[in-house]
T-cell receptor, first 110, second 112 residues
Framework: DAGVTQSPTHLIKTRGQQVTLRCSPKSGHDTVSWYQQALGQGPQFIFQYYEEEERQRGNFPDRFSGHQFPNYSSELNVNALLLGDSALYLC?????????FGPGTRLLVL | SQQGEEDPQALSIQEGENATMNCSYKTSINNLQWYRQNSGRGLVHLILIRSNEREKHSGRLRVTLDTSKKSSSLLITASRAADTASYFCATDDETSGSRLTFGEGTQLTVNP
């Protein structure tokens, strides 16, 4: 049984560009959450998707948007990238309380 | 903002010793989870303890929860070099549903 997978593993973009990150949840999981982790800090909640709708959102600007597909996979889109968006982006899937994390996508904005 | 605060920020011990990490939080919670992260990779789920539980064990891990003090501790017994990692507590509180709020983590180094 594959765990949570994310692509790509690493990404380099320049300021102002747009980026799309992808996540496939663990088999049987219907909820996907996205987190941003800056270097040396704990993850910060961005938003959560369930039944193809955004169920909860953290304190992130509208430049951060997402989508969940009928097969429960999800995308995180970030527009107008800023240097401060450089971070590890983590996807987590769940069916009940426990969230299982993927390996993350490391985004560097130059 | 971070709800949890881990203490200490960094801990260095010898192999075979026990490691204790503490976590404090601010709001009423549904449950508290501990995660491990190796070198900036994904988080590995270690253990979940519910608000009505006081202690839980899993292998060499022991977690306690004191809701009156809004604190939790993670004890790793007989540590190994492979336990070297960052450890995070994450809470799932009554008002925010299933979103997790993380502390800033404890960096544990186990010296062989």
């Amino acid at each position: 049984d594959a765990g949570v997978t994310q692509s790509p593993t690493h990404l380099i973009k320049t300021r102002g560009q747009q980026v799309t990150l992808r996540c496939s949840p663990k088999s049987g999981h219907d909820t996907v959450s996205w987190y941003q982790q800056a270097l040396g800090q704990g993850p910060q909640f961005i938003f959560q998707y369930y039944e193809e709708e955004e169920r909860q959102r953290g304190n992130f600007p509208d430049r951060f948007s997402g989508h969940q597909f009928p097969n429960y996979s999800s995308e995180l889109n970030v527009n107008a990238l800023l240097l401060g968006d450089s971070a590890l982006y983590l996807c987590a899937s769940s069916f009940s309380e426990t969230q299982y994390f993927g390996p993350g996508t490391r985004l560097l904005v130059l | 903002s971070q709800q949890g605060e881990e203490d200490p920020q960094a801990l260095s011990i010898q192999e075979g010793e026990n490691a204790t990490m503490n976590c404090s939080y601010k709001t009423s919670i549904n449950n508290l989870q501990w995660y491990r992260q190796n070198s900036g990779r994904g988080l590995v789920h270690l253990i979940l303890i519910r608000s009505n539980e006081r202690e839980k064990h899993s292998g060499r891990l022991r977690v306690t929860l004191d809701t009156s003090k809004k604190s939790s501790s993670l004890l790793i017994t007989a540590s190994r070099a492979a336990d070297t990692a960052s450890y995070f507590c994450a809470t799932d509180d009554e008002t925010s549903g299933s979103r997790l709020t993380f502390g800033e983590g404890t960096q544990l180094t186990v010296n062989p």
